[in-house]
């Protein structure tokens, strides 16, 4: 059985830093890629951040890049979202996921092809 748990998120003022942890069990992950999105209230679920298992090469959405550091750790499987430089526009609950196969470069950012998720963590940034 496929587990993503999330955890790390809470509330923190603009400028500040937060960690994310996904724990990950129940796939073979030697050659995939996880993932994390965000979902503010009345948006769409957006891409921040994904890295590879095996390769460590990392992607990053448009709005976070140069800000988070996505980064895993293989002998825990587990994935890692630094956030620093926090703005309000953060605010949204962060997931974990993982595809079933290995993505290409274009698939990376695309929610349609993580099929295990976790269950999310709120993170919330005052300004």
């Known amino acids: 059985q496929v587990q993503l748990v999330e955890s790390g998120g809470g509330l923190v003022q603009a400028g500040g830093s937060l960690r994310l942890s996904c724990a990950a069990s129940?796939?073979?992950?030697?050659?995939?890629?996880m993932g994390w999105f965000r979902q503010a209230p009345g948006k769409e679920r957006e891409f921040v951040a994904a890295?590879?298992?095996?390769?460590?090469?990392?992607y990053y959405g448009d709005s976070v890049r140069g800000r988070f550091t996505i980064s895993r750790d293989n002998a825990k499987n587990t994935v890692f979202l630094q956030m620093n430089a926090l703005k309000s526009e953060d605010t949204a609950v962060y997931y974990c996921a993982a595809p079933s196969r290995s993505l290409s470069s274009w698939e990376i950012g695309i929610r349609g092809y993580y099929v295990y998720w976790g269950q999310g963590t709120q993170v919330t940034v005052s300004s």
């Open positions: 890295v590879s298992w095996s390769t460590g090469r990392t």
């Open positions: 129940g796939l073979s992950f030697s050659t995939y890629h």
